[in-house]
Structures are given as C-alpha cells and as structure tokens.
C-alpha cells in the first residue's frame, strides 16, 4: 500500500489513519502494541506522528493487513528480523513508487 501524506514534520492521528485508509482506533490499538511506535503527545494530549512512526506504521500494516501476520507473529519478526524487514520494505515500495511513474507515463504516450 502506497500512502500519500503532505511532507511534514509530524502528522495527527487522524491525517495519519486517513492516509491507511483506518479508523483512528486502530493506529491507538498498535501504537499500545508495538513498542517502536513512539508519538509525540501534546499538552492536551493529541498524537503527533513522526515520519518514523509512519515508516514504522507502514511496515506494520504490511506485515499485518498486507501479509496476514498476527500481531504476535508481527512483533517477533520486527523484533528478529527488523534490518533485513525494513531493507526489503523500502526496497519494494521504491519499486512500487517507480512502477507507479511508468504507468502514469504510459498513459500520457
């Protein structure tokens, strides 16, 4: 899954759960699940996002929703396997992201 999200510094729960196409209760559920997501809370309590944390969130939802993980099975193979996880993640949405821009470039020949 591509998201698509405006370049900042941090997101809010709910740019963040629309992005995921989610319920906002769902991104709370994981960030109590997963110790690697980390949001910044502010006074008032509200959840700021890092890009970190959508990287990390990203690489959950494909584990999870793309991938068929538990959420058990999802800890332990962030937990083992988290470098060579993340290298292929990126690596596969690098390649989505390219296949992407030679669709839209055929469509315009």
Same mark, same amino acid.
């Given at each position: 899954?591509?998201? &698509?999200?405006?370049?900042? %510094?941090?997101? &809010?729960?709910?740019?963040?759960?629309?992005?995921?196409?989610?319920?906002?209760?769902?991104?709370?559920?994981?960030?109590? /699940? @997963?110790?690697? %997501? =980390?949001? =910044?809370?502010?006074? =008032?309590?509200?959840? !700021? @996002? &890092?890009?970190?944390?959508? !990287?990390?969130?990203?690489?959950?939802?494909?584990?999870?929703?793309?991938?068929? @993980?538990?959420?058990?099975?999802?800890?332990?193979?962030?937990?083992?396997?988290?470098?060579?996880?993340? &290298?292929? @993640? /990126?690596?596969?949405?690098?390649?989505?992201?390219?296949?992407?821009?030679?669709?839209? %470039?055929?469509?315009?020949?």
């Amino acid at each position: 899954m591509h998201i &698509s999200l405006p370049d900042k %510094l941090y997101y &809010s729960i709910g740019e963040v759960a629309e992005a995921f196409k989610v319920n906002t209760s769902l991104i709370r559920f994981w960030e109590k /699940e @997963f110790e690697v %997501l =980390k949001p =910044k809370k502010n006074a =008032k309590g509200n959840r !700021k @996002f &890092s890009k970190e944390d959508v !990287k990390n969130l990203q690489l959950i939802y494909h584990l999870v929703k793309e991938k068929g @993980f538990t959420l058990e099975g999802a800890k332990i193979y962030l937990k083992e396997d988290k470098k060579k996880v993340l &290298s292929t @993640f /990126e690596i596969i949405r690098k390649l989505e992201a390219v296949k992407a821009e030679l669709e839209k %470039l055929k469509q315009q020949l």
